[in-house]
């Protein structure tokens, strides 16, 4: 008996079957014979008989998923499929079941040996996964560039090493957190690495001038979630009942909401969902000006978009073989089962496609208009705060009292305090207490450390406030961008005359940023600037989604509040003292990155709660969890609050899972010299520190009190967070261009060295 009903799935392009299938299928049978897949036990054990393999049809999938390609690269594809999949049951019948982590370490790590992303394999296989990926490598990368063979090793790599993850999972119980999941079950999963795929597949490679950028970055990630969500459903039944896995996302979300199976099962289809409705979102609005920007070539050009399309029929393509695969919990929606409208499967002919497309796009229209339609500045009052997780103590630093002072002072100097554009006044500026924040997140600097650390969350959050009031008003996207633009310039990489600045904004960021750089290396000082401008760029990402009233997609909206939040930022400042004590390379290791963006999370959501009234009802923000939630799952606030709450919680359960246990594993696995281990037991402490800091800083703020929020500023300030729109005075705005400012205020800004 099924564990539970199939949802109805969100299926906007028809599937299309490639002519060479019967070919695939004699070829990729004896390829897997000749590599000693099939009737051939390792270590005793038997993975795949013939008939396991025929049932399987990866063919099939292959045949759907790349419906275009000719017959010599179909063959190439179904037999990297079936190496993947082989790969997914070898590891489960050697490793998992058994739990022998220390053996699947070994045997992970020989497997970079058949992948040089230079030259040729020269590694003797041992076994078939080896003998495959041997052979595959070899007949693959020669026709590629350096740029996708990069991106194909590391994807491939992630795909193997992280399988670990699952293993650790398993050997300790342990069930991830939601955004855990889905950050890992890209890697884990797959499907970045099927996305490589696509580009071989149609010969159109992804120019390596954009491959990085966010458009690209989305419509892989939500390629990705799709994909895996879509294999979760399907393989609930074989992976969590059979088979003992974790690694399930209906199990995931039964688990995080204690709800139903079935309940689970269609929040996890309803988050496909949102997936495909971003990826198409992106690569309508956000695709094209990237193409612009970066002057992709009309050749290039074609290039994205087969790649986009072969996303979309991999989509399509990979749903059809799930319906059909002996794999997967399928007898609902085989091929004689019901597809949405009614319609049964194997009725065919003209227009019974557009039909389908039609009841799919209809069933899930509901969902995609829940984004576009919410009621800005709602009266919803205050939030009932929930009781905060939170384990670390906190401190304050004895300067507290001095840097309170001196940030008044800094911001009165530098003009964040002048009546034009008015963001703040004193009063607003002291009733935030940055110095709080930074006292408490950084107990122990010194004097002039506090005023810096104090500075930099002071300008980060007058920008975060700045952008929206003098660009989303008048939804002026272009001034926005070029704004941007000139902060960028204003933090040189190399030494050299920057700007002159003009108005307070940047002013500011022109003291802080020679002050914070002058003793860096030029890589350290360029991996800062980093954190600045993707904080910068996620401020236009806001802009555009508050221009089209568009709420965005949960795993979305996570992932870039991060970025809003300034959280590289404000974690680069702890680490500033530290980065050569450490090898590079252990800072990009996934237990590191886990603890940074766990404890980012749990950072975000809590301001999320806490700023609920302030951006909902005061500034007509649409960037704010509770609301996220709130749409998604088409619940009331008290419950939205709760789900972030409980998501704070298990975020922060993470941090310290990694901190007790994968923390020591990675000490031992790069053999760490003691400083080395010293030094990032200190980022521990100071994220600790960090976290009580955030939470501390919330409690004793007066930045989100009702009172505040209905201050009237000094005269001449306009008030921050009243109904304004299309009547917004443009003479206001004017003034703040470049060139139009009032004559700067009298005296330097402290620490300057001007």
Known sequence: MQPFTLPEFYLPYPPRLNPNLEHARGHSRAWAGEMEMIDAPQDGVAIWSGQDFDSHDYALLCAYTHPDADEARLDLITDWYVWVFYFDDHFLEVYKRGRDVAGARRYLDRLRLFMPVEGAVTAEPGNPVERGLADLWSRTVPDRTPAWRRRFATSTRHLLDESLWELANIDENRLANPVEYIEMRRKVGGAPWSANLVEHAADAEVPDAIAATRPLQVLRDTFSDAVHLRNDLFSYQREVQEEGELSNGVLVLERFLDCPTQQAADAVNDLLTSRLHQFEHTALTELPPVLDEHGVTPTARRDVLAYVKGLQDWQAGGHEWHTRSSRYMNAESGPAGPVPGGLPRDVTGLGTSAMRIAASLLATAPARARAFTHVPYRVVGPVKLPAFYMPFATRESRHLAAARDNIVDWSAAVGLLDPVPGIWDEHKLRAADFALCSAA??????????????????????????????????????????????????????????????????????????????????????????????????????????????????????????????????????????????????????????????????????????????????????????????????????????????????????????????????????????????????????????????????????????????????????PFGGPTGLGTSAADIRRLMPGKEPVAPAGTPSGSGS
């Open 441 to 718: 997140i950084h107990p122990d600097a010194s004097a002039a450390e506090l005023d810096l650390t104090t500075g930099w969350l002071t300008w980060g959050t007058y920008a975060d406030d700045f952008y929206p009031v003098v660009y989303g008003r008048t939804r002026d996207l272009a001034g926005a961008r070029a704004c941007t633009e000139r902060l960028k310039e204003l933090m040189p990489v190399e030494p050299g005359p920057p700007p002159g600045p003009v108005g307070g904004l940047e002013r500011a960021l022109a003291d802080l940023w020679p002050r914070t750089t002058r003793d860096m290396t030029p890589d350290s000082r360029r991996a800062f600037r980093r954190t600045v401008c993707t904080m910068l760029d996620s401020w236009l990402w806001e802009l555009a989604n508050q221009a089209q009233n568009r709420i965005p997609d949960p795993v979305d909206y996570i992932e870039m509040r991060r970025r809003t939040f300034g959280s590289d930022l404000t974690m680069s400042l702890s680490r500033l003292g530290h980065g050569r004590s450490v090898p590079p390379e252990i800072y990009g290791t996934r237990p590191i990155r886990a603890l940074e963006s766990s404890a980012a999370d749990y950072a975000c959501l809590l301001n999320d709660i806490y700023s609920y009234q302030k951006e909902i009802q005061f500034e007509g923000e649409i960037h704010n969890c509770v609301l996220v939630f709130q749409r998604f799952l088409d619940c009331g606030a008290e419950r939205a609050v709760g789900i972030v709450n409980d998501l704070m919680t298990a975020r922060l359960r993470q941090f310290e899972h990694v901190v007790d246990v994968e923390l020591p594993a990675l000490f031992d696995t790069y053999e760490l010299t003691a400083e080395s281990r010293d030094v990032l037991r200190g980022y521990v402490e100071e994220l600790k520190n960090w976290l009580a800091g955030v939470l501390r800083w919330h409690r004793g703020t007066r930045r989100y009190d009702e009172a505040e929020l209905r201050h009237h500023p000094a005269a001449g300030v306009r």
